[in-house]
């Protein structure tokens, strides 16, 4: 009966029980974890923004003529984008388009950093020098800048 139990036990260990998949690299992971950044606007020490901003051009550098990003976005005024507390600039140029429909080829929810309470945007900016500087600022409690 032990030895039953000792080649069932050791037969367990060796199948590997999908061990293979769990080293795999996930390239698009790894590159998008490459052009994301994430910032957060707080006073007195609380948090009033997130932003979470994924640079898409480079990602699928044939499917975007504008500067691209993916914006992930939650507040605690309204949970939009752009309202009466925060806007959105790039290089202090404002955004060309704002849309809340994602292209199916844009697996963002697999995507690092993605949160479900978050609301994501394709935000498209017309095309200026780098380095790229992404503001989000609020009228009274600061601004986060990231750099691509």
């Not at 029980?17 to 020490?45: H, M, P, W």
């Not at 044939?62 to 949970?79: A, E, P, S």
């Not at 292209?103 to 309470?117: A, E, G, L, T, V």
Request: hydrophobic share 40%; charged share 20%.
């Amino acid at each position: 009966m032990k030895k039953i139990l000792l080649f069932l036990i050791a037969l367990a260990l060796f199948s590997g029980c999908s061990l293979k998949n769990a080293f795999k690299k996930d390239i698009l992971y790894e590159k998008t974890l490459k052009y994301t950044q994430r910032g957060e606007i707080v006073n007195s020490l609380e948090t009033k923004a997130l932003i979470d901003a994924i640079y898409l051009n480079p990602l699928y550098p044939k499917k975007f003529n504008n500067q691209t990003f993916l914006i992930g976005v939650y507040n605690d005024f309204n949970n939009t984008l752009i309202n009466n507390e925060f806007n959105l600039s790039l290089n202090n140029t404002k955004p060309i388009k704002i849309s809340k429909n994602i292209p199916s080829f844009i697996p963002y929810k697999f995507y690092p950093f993605y949160n479900s309470w978050m609301k994501y945007y394709l935000v498209e900016f017309n095309t200026t020098a780098k380095p790229y500087v992404l503001t989000y600022k609020s009228k009274h409690w600061g601004e986060v800048n990231l750099t691509f």
